[in-house]
Nanobody, 128 residues
Framework: QLQLVESGGGLVQPGGSLRLSCAASGFTLDYYAIGWFRQAPGKEREGISCISSSGGSTNYVDSVKGRFTISRDNAKNTVYLQMNSLKPEDTAVYYC?????????????????????WGQGTRVTVSS
């Protein structure tokens, strides 16, 4: 079973920044596209960003475009989500998912079912 571990969440004021990490345990991320999702209270899990296995292709949902940056360091077996200019509506539990299907990152919308393995999530709270 592939294991992903998210970290880096916390409480931050509006306008602040956080960097989330998604680390793989027991397998190499080199061959996996990684998606970041978030789930706010009472809402469905929403795909917000995706990066291909090589890192050559990245994609974002409109609500985070220009504020969030996805990247990966395959040598460290880790994918990152740099979140800047955070807003209260960014408050959610953030999850990363992995898939061998690299073309997934070309989708306009990402669904949880597009990814095969998940972490336990890390909570982000944006509040003054």
């Amino acid at each position: 079973q592939l294991q992903l571990v998210e970290s880096g969440g916390g409480l931050v004021q509006p306008g602040g920044s956080l960097r989330l990490s998604c680390a793989a345990s027991g397998f190499t991320l080199d061959y996996y596209a990684i998606g970041w999702f978030r789930q706010a209270p009472g809402k469905e899990r929403e795909g917000i960003s995706c990066i291909s296995s090589s890192g050559g292709s990245t994609n974002y949902v409109d609500s985070v475009k220009g504020r969030f940056t996805i990247s990966r360091d395959n040598a460290k077996n880790t994918v990152y989500l740099q979140m800047n200019s955070l807003k209260p509506e960014d408050t959610a539990v953030y999850y990363c998912g992995a898939t061998r299907r690299d073309f997934t990152c070309d989708f306009i919308t990402w669904w949880p079912s597009d990814f095969d393995s998940w972490g336990q999530g890390t909570r982000v709270t944006v509040s003054s």
